[in-house]
């Protein structure tokens, strides 16, 4: 399966992207997809799963909504109310393990990077 995320930039704080993953390669349907974070000199931390049902992390609860269309084999992070502590490079991943752990995944995209300024 590859992966291939698009969608970042520099948005101001209070503002929304919406982040694509589209795969290829496998059946996309049978994979949990999920959007993981890392910051400079921080570990990649989860950020949402959706399989038949969707996982939050808590810091991102009520600002971020996952959603994934198996026909176009794409999942999707909307982020609205976007905060200056959510500038990461944000990484999509399909994997049938347990959802909110990097483990869990077998396949991930490049990243893309999303800048929240003040």
């Known amino acids: 399966v590859q992966l291939q995320a698009s969608g970042g930039g520099l948005v101001q704080a209070g503002g929304s992207l919406r982040l694509s993953c589209a795969g290829s390669g496998g059946t996309f349907s049978r994979y949990y997809m999920g959007w993981f974070r890392q910051a400079p000199g921080k570990e990649r931390e989860f950020v949402a799963a959706?399989?038949?049902?969707?996982n939050y992390a808590d810091s991102v609860k009520g600002r971020f909504t996952i959603l994934r269309d198996n026909a176009k084999n794409t999942v999707y992070l909307q982020m609205n109310s976007l905060k200056p502590e959510d500038t990461a490079v944000y990484y999509c991943a399909a994997g049938t393990g347990v959802p909110y752990l990097a483990l869990g995944y077998a396949y991930w995209g490049q990243g893309t990077l999303v800048t929240v300024s003040s």
């Open positions: 959706i399989s038949g049902r969707t």
